[in-house]
């Protein structure tokens, strides 16, 4: 309980830490250039009340969460086909290798270019942003398999859906939470551009706004709320999921 409690306030005096620096750094230069936190809280306040910063943030989540469940899913089948699947890992290794090092803006205007400035080219672009580097994460996870617990399950004739909940996805666990982190922080940054360049909603959308316009603290106020929406979702799902997952270790 100390250590817990320890921690906590750590967390607790680095926030105020970083706040304390910010109003100093605000009243120290052009406080266009850089509005302090009260002028942040008191535009999210506004943006609030005149409904645009939920429906803009809903839009923008919701197009995160498509995109982050397609790339999960199809990149997790791809990653544990490749691990285990010698021959097939040397012919798409350099496939990945190209998926990660392709510009996301080039995927982005390539996919609008090719079906149009619709809601459908923007979650694939997102989408394929994210697929290679979940599929190389899982497939270090799938080489990383214990030969052993396999063997044991083989012998007690353990098949099927027993196995992969048993023995298969276990050992999957840690490496499933990892490209679950990494893609949530990565797929919101992206979703952000994909809005800026062609959607007329979302977050993205109201940055672009507020970036014509000079609005420092517009765009401020909307990227503070995104990422509490991000850090809430952090500490109360992923990490309390990823503690339950991983607790048999």
């Given at each position: 309980?100390?250590?817990?409690?320890?921690?906590?306030?750590?967390?607790?005096?680095?926030?105020?830490?970083?706040?304390?620096?910010?109003?100093?750094?605000?009243?120290?230069?052009?406080?266009?250039?850089?509005?302090?936190?009260?002028?942040?809280?008191?535009?999210?306040?506004?943006?609030?009340?005149?409904?645009?910063?939920?429906?803009?943030?809903?839009?923008?989540?919701?197009?995160?969460?498509?995109?982050?469940?397609?790339?999960?899913?199809?990149?997790?089948?791809?990653?544990?086909?490749?691990?285990?699947?010698?021959?097939?890992?040397?012919?798409?290794?350099?496939?990945?290798?190209?998926?990660?090092?392709?510009?996301?803006?080039?995927?982005?205007?390539?996919?609008?270019v090719w079906f149009g400035?619709?809601?459908?080219?923007?979650?694939?672009?997102?989408?394929?942003?994210?697929?290679?580097?979940?599929?190389?994460?899982?497939?270090?996870?799938?080489?990383?398999?214990?030969?052993?617990?396999?063997?044991?399950?083989?012998?007690?004739?353990?098949?099927?859906?027993?196995?992969?909940?048993?023995?298969?996805?276990?050992?999957?666990?840690?490496?499933?939470?990892?490209?679950?982190?990494?893609?949530?922080?990565?797929?919101?940054?992206?979703?952000?551009?994909?809005?800026?360049?062609?959607?007329?909603?979302?977050?993205?959308?109201?940055?672009?706004?507020?970036?014509q316009f000079f609005d420092?603290?517009?765009?401020?106020?909307?990227?503070?709320?995104?990422?509490?929406?991000?850090?809430?979702?952090?500490?109360?799902?992923?990490?309390?999921?990823?503690?339950?997952?991983?607790?048999?270790?």
């Amino acid at each position: 309980m100390f250590t817990s409690l320890s921690n906590s306030l750590i967390r607790i005096s680095s926030f105020v830490i970083f706040f304390l620096l910010w109003i100093l750094a605000s009243n120290s230069i052009d406080s266009s250039l850089l509005p302090g936190p009260f002028e942040v809280f008191e535009k999210i306040r506004s943006e609030y009340n005149n409904s645009e910063l939920f429906h803009h943030t809903f839009v923008t989540l919701r197009r995160v969460f498509i995109s982050f469940f397609i790339a999960m899913i199809i990149g997790t089948i791809i990653g544990i086909i490749l691990g285990r699947k010698k021959h097939l890992n040397e012919f798409f290794d350099d496939w990945l290798l190209l998926g990660l090092n392709v510009p996301a803006l080039v995927i982005i205007i390539l996919c609008y270019v090719w079906f149009g400035l619709n809601e459908s080219a923007a979650i694939l672009a997102v989408s394929l942003n994210k697929i290679p580097m979940v599929a190389v994460i899982m497939r270090e996870g799938a080489r990383s398999f214990e030969r052993d617990y396999l063997d044991v399950a083989k012998f007690y004739d353990v098949k099927g859906k027993k196995l992969l909940i048993k023995v298969i996805l276990p050992q999957l666990y840690p490496y499933l939470m990892s490209s679950a982190r990494s893609g949530l922080s990565l797929i919101w940054k992206i979703v952000l551009v994909v809005e800026l360049l062609g959607r007329s909603e979302g977050v993205g959308f109201k940055l672009f706004g507020f970036f014509q316009f000079f609005d420092i603290t517009g765009i401020l106020a909307y990227t503070f709320f995104f990422v509490a929406i991000i850090l809430l979702i952090e500490f109360i799902f992923v990490r309390p999921v990823e503690n339950r997952l991983t607790e048999w270790r």
